[in-house]
């Protein structure tokens, strides 16, 4: 079995007949309004729980990973109660494991910071090279930041440690592609937070939970489908042996 589940053919079918089944109402332009006005509601309700949740700093990685799963609750199970399930998800969860297996991530993030500020004066060929690694193990570090809050969201079963290990092995193998944008947005959500602090009102703190969600899911799609595979080979070998 892969490290994440998805819903199986006879949910898909069901969500697939009840949206055909739901269609004609949605032509009706009221519903399509009502629809959006909930939305926006919905997108602002959450993110000011989100806000209210990450005043005390500590719970910053709880919060944002409860977002993550309102939102797929939201988005994949049709669920719009979201303060609810937002609310259910940050209770279920222990706040020790969600906080030690995010907190890697962001220690590593804020040496790796500390280092590119040091050797940023360039000089000798060292002091590039290090800069260099400096700033890869930032890259690294915010990535792996988004996959463990991903991952934390949809696997309540893994350890510290397997989450560590998941999350820096997708930020390695999507180094080039996925990585750079999971560090890009962090980056830019929190240069334009300082920038203007008012922005966090009008959903931007959701804003980057939901582009994290987006950016981290195809990659973790990927390493699920090849789990899956090497399982379904191991156990079409004659003897249970590679």
């Not at 006879?10 to 399509?32: F, M």
């Not at 690294?140 to 988004?146: I, K, P, Q, W």
């Amino acid at each position: 079995m892969g490290f994440l589940s998805y819903a199986n053919l006879g949910e898909a079918s069901a969500a697939t007949r009840h949206s055909r089944e739901a269609a004609p109402s949605r032509a009706d332009p009221r519903l399509r309004v009502m629809a959006v006005l909930s939305a926006i509601f919905n997108c602002l309700a959450l993110n000011l729980a989100l806000l209210v949740t990450c005043l005390p700093i500590v719970t910053v990685p709880a919060a944002f990973q409860a977002a993550v799963v309102a939102l797929d609750r939201w988005r994949g199970e049709g669920e719009d109660r979201v303060v609810r399930e937002y609310v259910a998800a940050l209770r279920s969860r222990p706040f020790l494991h969600t906080s030690l297996a995010a907190g890697g991530p962001l220690a590593a993030a804020v040496l790796a910071l500390e280092e590119v500020h040091f050797f940023s004066r360039g000089g000798s060929a060292v002091n590039w090279v290090c800069l260099g690694l400096g700033v890869d193990a930032l890259l690294l570090s915010l990535a792996s930041f988004g996959y463990v809050l991903v991952l934390g969201a949809r696997r309540t079963d893994l350890a510290v440690t397997d989450l560590w290990y998941w999350s820096v092995s997708l930020a390695v193998r999507n180094l080039f592609w996925t990585s750079p944008l999971l560090a890009a947005e962090s980056a830019a959500v929190v240069f334009l937070l300082l920038a203007d602090p008012a922005l966090a009102l009008i959903g931007l703190p959701l804003a980057l939970a939901s582009l994290v969600r987006l950016t981290a899911d195809p990659a973790i799609r990927r390493a699920d489908l090849r789990a899956r595979g090497a399982a379904t080979e191991f156990d079409n070998t004659e003897d249970g042996k590679w």
